[in-house]
């Protein structure tokens, strides 16, 4: 379990000494450990778990939820206005 990052490696280790419990709870506690680390080794533990670049900007960054942002997505271009376009080229 030392140095275990990804919560459902973590979770399927202790299940074989006897957890019951679910996983959630498993990724409440990797979640706040995560989030006590620094920024830029968060950023790189991100990369390396998820085999992706952490995503640049979310959609609450871009003052839209991420229904607004589907629902941006699948309308016509022509029926989006200015900023709307704007926000989807980013």
């Known amino acids: 379990m030392t ?3 990804k919560a459902i490696s973590l979770w399927q280790e202790i299940r074989s000494r006897g957890y019951q419990g679910s996983v ?3 990724q409440r506690f990797v979640s706040g ?4 680390l ?3 080794i968060r950023d790189r533990l991100q990369q390396r778990t998820s085999g992706r670049a952490p995503r640049e900007r979310l959609p609450a960054q871009l003052g839209k939820s991420p229904r ?3 629902w941006l997505m ?3 271009p022509g029926e989006l206005k200015a900023d ?4 989807l080229s980013e």
């Open 84 to 87: 709307e376009r704007h926000l």
């Open 74 to 76: 699948l309308r016509r």
């Open 33 to 36: 450990l995560r989030s006590q």
């Open 68 to 70: 607004e942002v589907v």
């Open 38 to 40: 620094p920024p830029e």
């Open 24 to 26: 959630c709870p498993v």
């Open 3 to 5: 140095g275990c990052t």
